[in-house]
């Protein structure tokens, strides 16, 4: 499931969520806190759920019909995801509303319903998480801090991108914990690239604002809840935090590392595609072993 | 009479034992189909392609067979037993026993190898790099004719396609299923070959034509129809990873649905495949292009362009380069190529150089990861139109060279010498990675760029000031000579046309006559505007080029006047397409190490891999000529397999994509190399010959009722013991719904549009792009012409298992989820269009039910069917009927506006029509 913050989608678009070379099936589904929180969940209006319930009854029904004259198993299987896709219409909403969450709960994520916003969405992930889906992914726009204006920009921007989500963040990994899921659920926080150490002075002119541009050598991740040793960092870069001196890791090795966690040995888990077994770590990639609990 | 003919059976399968034993020295052991694929799952990863341990590769004979580092080959034919490939299999000390830390082979495994070597290990070549032979056709003689004819065997077999398809049923102990009933045939075919399904009308028609060649009427006229040409060229969408924006993180708008229609027209006018492939690959290099050959082109220019600021414009250049040379292969050839770009095939024959040596054919055109698609075939308005082809009057007698250098400037306005060009910035950069902008007194270098003489210089450019900037060029370096001092005057905007829609700056062009310097020059030009502050730019460059020269025969002021103002002029469209660099911008093509475009290595010339061909071939059009010719073991194969796969579900090889020794196994390979050498010679590549040749076989009109056997021993249908029940794909799902509402406007080709879509779906950063609605018809025109954004793309496209056309998409993978029954069932789309299809009718209930099944399905409903959707439609009438709140909403009326007389009863038929249009009936084809 995705959920998207910041007030735009991400730049890569749906392929930020799609599934690569592998079948649609495992392509992400995006909730979306404006419209219908999946697309396509919500009847036409004048349609309610005891209504669309008559209706794919009376479908699978017709559908039970055709497997007696055709027997093709494909028509069984789609009746099971007529079924399911009811199911998700009264299921989805309910765990996308969060206004029945005690008030503490508010307080401690700082939400309000009816917002879009990364808080909002940190308690969404809790509450999906409880129900049993097993991938949850948080995006949230607006930390290309290049000084270019005041949103942007390191002062100001950077700033108020701090205050929405330091506090969501916490609560989460508080209230993950609080109910006995943070050691059975794995928490990843970071982004594409970092920020350069020192200033962005775009077309060598003195900006209104401060910004940094985008910096690749070295910037940080954080990982949190199973498996994870935790108070624990890895890896330091030099003084000015523009190049990694020691405990460099790549991006092939978080991946390995994430699999391991969830119980893969990454060198294992293949896909046929374009005529060999392709890894998701491709070829490349090593568990980073001591930031493992 | 039947006794006497079991004996003349008898006598000829003596004979043909007879013939059989007289052949030469029998082996056992086939390297293709029983030792490669030994070697590709436990060798190969060490001894191929990517690694050679010990000195030892099974990638090519020679290697297998020469010195290894030990300095013994390490297999000696004919001697398993001094073999280290065999002893080591059976090697006791783990840093020996081969697969090196493995499980060991299989005991029947290591017989095969061994028994191969004994017999000499004889390489072969995989099954699809032999030649293309026509197979002889199983049980199809004038005997088993005759047997038929008489009533002694089934007699099912249409045309020859159904021999091969019994051959292999009979050899896994499986049949085929009777004719489909006509309805469900009728559905089938128009699918198939329209992408559409048929009317009303058309069912009666069919149902109606009691001849015995109704069948082939049928596909004779579907063959005829428009609508053909569509459905198949939104199969080839996908494969020439076709889409309305350019992707990357901008993933802004791009002009090249003329290019889309090329293919729809392409697949009416039943062009040959071969001529097809070719147009596409070269169309720009054929003897006389015309706009129809230059918008072929445009398959390769469907790549993707970076137009995020800092990015490297080089850096994708070459990956699309690179993406051209890869969707060459894996959708004309299939093959997968892409692993040669790092190193040589991890397990087909194919070399890491060779890689580049092909890559060298599409290394030489004129665009580089431009914002606006350079080049482009202009297309002119009719009065641009008329005067180029008054200058082209004039040129006609001028000698091939000048024609075709002054077609470049007027038509695509090229050669153009890109900002990226630019190196030795001062107090000037190329910004955003896209133009060049100096202050006052700044300067930059263009290196060595070709001016070949000529005196005419474009400069598509903009002044920033108020005032006047100056342009000083010199020669060599910044204290070299001047060449000229060229004024950017201020009312540029005013005084010179801005062609539009080029890109976003809308450059304005001025034209400047300088000194003639010959040959290749490094240029410095040093940009001077006392007006402008000094952190304010002087002017901006977009591009500039030079402009032949005018033939001293021709009347120098008027043919130049008017060339210009063809060079200004707004054209009407422009669509992306090759241009072949002329000879002083050629590019050297070199390898690059370990695949990295950052460390070049030798330079290569062009060439086809050693394994398909040995014979020179020099450029572009030459290799578009070896594909589709006698040469080539893989167009055929390719192609018809693809077309197999869209009709019955699944290719005879299931990996469209990868015929070599890593892809799946021919299910049937006399069927396949069947019909790709009727496809080659007999229907000399003509696309509708060989799809009716697939239509009219009895294999392709079987019903698709699946027997409790096959339902176990042919679960996937490979055998085509039944007729294929399909899923739709999502283009069909949204154009049936649109037909059957009497919505779909049948419109053929034009832009792109964009029907309705939910809000929100295209929430990108960095982009002022919109979604609008179309309006009227374009609301409802064929899925094939929705507005396609790479990032974005719509959304039952994205349920329905199509990729994002980023890169090319050879098979999509169906699946079945909830997310499409969402679709299907809440997509406004659908349910406006079960409403019109509900309004159509002006009968009610059961009547309706009946009346609506048989017009969608040709056929009558069945009584638990019937009973089913009747009991559903009394229930929601009574629901209806007594909740007007609910009734007004679901029809979008006000109370007192338009309100039809029994609102109810429109809802309830809605609700009946979009369950009919769920049913899997509908979702499938029959």
Redesign the interface.
């Known amino acids: 499931m995705v959920l ?1 913050s910041g007030g ?2 991400p ?5 930020a969520w ?1 599934s690569g070379f592998l ?3 495992y ?1 992400g ?1 995006q909730c ?1 806190s ?3 929180p ?11 759920a005891d ?2 319930k ?3 009854e ?2 699978n ?3 039970e ?3 007696k ?7 069984v ?2 009746i099971a ?2 079924e ?2 009811y199911k ?2 009264s299921s989805v909403p309910e765990v996308m509303d969060i206004s029945k969450e005690p008030e503490y709960i508010h307080q401690l994520y700082g939400t309000k319903p009816g917002e879009e916003a990364f808080a909002n969405n940190c308690l969404l992930a809790r509450k999906m998480v409880e129900q049993g889906v097993r991938f949850v992914q948080l995006f949230d ?1 607006g930390w290309d801090s290049h000084g270019t204006s005041k949103s942007g920009s390191v002062d100001w921007g950077l700033h108020q991108k701090c205050l929405e989500t330091d506090r969501a963040i916490s609560a989460l990994l508080i209230d993950l914990e609080q109910r006995g899921l943070l050691d059975e659920t794995l928490v990843v926080w970071g982004g594409e690239f970092g920020r350069t150490p020192m200033q962005e002075n775009r ?3 003195t900006q209104d604002y401060f910004g940094r541009d ?1 910096h690749t050598d070295a910037f940080t991740m954080w990982l949190a809840g199973g498996g994870i040793k935790p108070g624990f960092s890895f890896g330091e870069t030099d003084e000015l935090g523009y190049a990694t001196v020691n405990g460099k890791t790549s991006i092939y090795d978080l991946q390995a590392t994430i699999l391991h966690c969830l119980g893969f040995n990454h060198e294992e888990f293949t896909f046929p595609f ?3 077994n392709f890894r998701l770590t491709d070829v490349y990639g090593k568990v980073i072993k001591p930031i493992l609990a | 009479m039947k006794a006497i003919i079991l004996f003349g059976a008898m006598i000829l399968g003596g004979i043909w034992t007879f013939f059989q034993m007289g052949s030469g020295p029998s082996y056992t052991i086939d390297y293709s189909t029983q030792v490669k694929p030994i070697l590709n799952k436990n060798c190969i990863a060490c001894h191929g392609g990517v690694k050679k341990q010990g000195g030892f590769s099974l990638l090519f004979q020679e290697e297998a067979l020469g010195k290894t580092k030990s300095g013994k080959p390490a297999i000696i034919p004919g001697q398993p037993e001094k073999s280290s490939f065999i002893q080591r299999l059976h090697a006791k000390n783990p840093e020996e026993k081969m697969p090196y830390q493995r499980p060991s082979l299989s005991k029947e495994e290591v017989e095969i190898l061994t028994t191969w070597v004994k017999e000499g290990a004889r390489w072969g070549e995989h099954w699809a790099y032999q030649p293309l032979k026509d197979p002889s056709i199983p049980n199809d003689n004038w005997w088993s004719r005759a047997l038929a004819f008489i009533g002694f065997n089934s007699g099912w077999e249409s045309n020859e396609i159904d021999y091969f398809v019994a051959a292999e049923q009979k050899k896994q102990g499986l049949s085929h299923t009777e004719k489909a009933s006509k309805p469900d045939l009728l559905r089938r075919l128009y699918l198939d070959l329209t992408g559409l399904p048929p009317t009303t009308a058309e069912y009666q028609e069919f149902e109606a034509d009691a001849s015995n060649n109704a069948y082939e009427k049928q596909v004779d006229k579907l063959l005829k129809s428009q609508h053909f040409g569509e459905k198949w060229a939104s199969m080839w969408m996908d494969l020439a990873r076709y889409a309305d924006t350019k992707g990357y ?1 901008k ?1 802004d708008a791009r002009t090249i649905w003329k290019y889309r229609d090329y293919v729809i027209s392409a697949f009416n006018q039943n062009k040959p495949y071969d001529l097809f492939l070719k147009e596409q690959l070269a169309g720009d290099l054929l003897p006389n292009p015309t706009e129809s050959d230059y918008i072929a082109t445009a398959f390769h220019r469907n790549t993707t362009n970076n137009d995020e600021g ?1 990015t490297v414009d080089e850096e994708f250049r070459t990956a699309a380069i690179l993406d051209r040379v890869n969707t060459t292969w ?1 959708v004309l050839q299939g093959t ?1 190529f ?2 040669v770009q790092c190193h040589s095939h ?3 024959p194919i070399r890491h150089e060779e890689y580049y040596k092909f890559m060298a054919f599409f290394n030489n055109s004129r665009d580089e990861d431009i914002p606006d698609d350079s080049p482009y075939y202009r297309h002119f308005k009719q009065q641009d139109q008329g005067k180029l082809d008054s200058l082209k009057a004039y040129l006609i007698s001028q000698p091939k060279q000048i024609q075709k250098e002054w077609t470049q400037a007027l038509r695509f306005v090229e050669p153009k010498i890109h900002p990226h060009w630019a190196d030795q910035f001062v107090n000037g ?1 190329l ?1 955003d990675n896209k133009y060049l ?1 100096v202050r006052n007194g700044g300067s930059l270098r263009f290196k060595a760029v070709p001016l070949m003489g000529k005196t005419s210089l474009l400069i598509a450019g903009k002044n920033s000031g108020p005032a006047p900037t100056y342009i000083t060029i010199r020669q060599g370096t910044k204290t070299g000579p001047i060449v000229t001092r060229l004024k950017l005057d201020t009312t540029l905007q005013e005084k010179y046309a801005k062609p539009k829609g080029l890109w976003s700056k809308g450059w304005a062009y001025a034209f400047y006559t300088i000194p003639s310097l010959p040959g290749k020059q490094d240029l410095v030009w040093e940009f001077k505007n006392a007006k402008t502050k000094p ?1 304010q730019n002087t002017a901006s460059i977009g591009f500039w080029m030079m402009i032949p020269e005018v033939p001293a025969d021709l009347k120098p002021t008027d043919f130049q006047k008017i060339a210009y103002q063809i060079i200004s002029a707004s054209p009407e469209t422009t669509t992306p397409v090759m241009l072949e660099n002329p000879t002083e911008f050629t590019r050297t093509t070199r390898l690059f190490k370990r695949g990295s475009w950052l460390n070049p290595g030798e330079e290569m010339t062009r060439g086809i891999p050693a394994l398909f061909s040995k014979k020179p071939v020099s450029n572009r059009l030459e290799l578009a000529e070896w594909m589709g010719g006698k040469e080539n073991p893989l167009t055929a194969r390719v192609a018809v397999n693809r077309f197999w796969e869209q009709l019955f579900g699944t290719g005879i090889v299931e ?1 469209l ?2 015929m ?1 020794s ?2 799946l196994a021919p299910v049937n390979q006399g069927l396949l190399d069947h019909l790709a050498y009727q496809f080659q010679y007999k229907f000399k590549y003509q696309t509708k010959d060989l799809l009716k040749y697939i239509v009219m076989s009895a294999s392709y009109q079987q019903s ?5 056997k096959d ?1 176990e021993k042919d ?1 996937n249908n490979r055998y085509v013991t039944r007729g294929p ?1 399909i ?1 739709l794909n999502p283009e069909q799902l949204r154009d049936q719904a649109l037909l059957w509402s009497g919505l779909l406007a049948t419109k053929l080709g034009g832009a792109s549009v964009m029907p309705d879509q ?3 779906i295209w ?4 982009s002022g792009m919109q979604w609008e609605k179309s309006d009227g018809e374009d609301q409802w025109r064929r899925s094939l012409y929705t507005y396609w ?5 719509y ?1 039952t496209m ?1 349920s329905f ?1 199509a990729g ?1 056309r ?1 890169v090319c998409l050879s098979r999509r ?1 169906r ?9 299907t ?4 789309v659908f ?1 406006e269009a079960s409403q019109f299809f509900a309004r159509k009718y002006s009968i009610t209930g059961a009547e309706f039910i009946k009346k609506g099944y048989l017009d969608l399905f040709g056929k009558p409903i ?1 009584e ?2 019937l009973a ?2 009747n ?2 439609y009394a ?2 009438l009574a ?1 209806y009927s007594k909740n007007n ?8 009326l006000c109370p007192d506006n338009n309100v039809p007389k029994d609102p109810a009863i429109l ?1 309830a038929k809605t ?1 009946v029509a ?2 009919l249009f ?4 509908s ?2 084809k029959p």
């Not at chain 1, 999946?38 to 309610?48: A, H």
């Not at chain 2, 698709?704 to 409790?708: A, N």
């Not at chain 2, 069932?825 to 406004?828: E, I, K, S, Y």
């Not at chain 2, 769920?918 to 009936?921: L, S």
């Open positions: 998207a735009k989608n730049d890569a678009g749906k392929s799609g079948p649609s099936v392509q589904v979306r404006a419209g219908e999946v697309l396509f969940i919500q009847n036409p209006d004048g349609v309610n209504i669309r008559a209706s794919i009376t479908i029904s017709v559908n019909e055709t497997f004259e055709f027997g093709d198993p494909e028509t299987a789609r995801q007529y399911m896709a998700m219409q726009w077309e060598g002119k985008h374009q005529g060999r | 993180e993933d800092g894996e997968s892409g692993c991890p397990y087909d950069a910004a902008a952190d990996t994509e990868d070599g890593q892809g698709s009722i699946i027997s409790e339902r679960p029940r899923r939910p809000d929100g929430n990108a950063p960095y954004r790479r990032s974005s793309p959304p994205v298992d994002t980023d993978i699946t079945n989820t909830p997310m499409q029954a969402l679709n069932l809440n997509d406004p349910i069945s638990n069917k089913k959707l009991a559903f229930n929601m629901y709140k609910e009734t007004l909403a679901f029809l979008k809802v609700l979009n369950a769920n049913i899997d009936e979702i499938n």
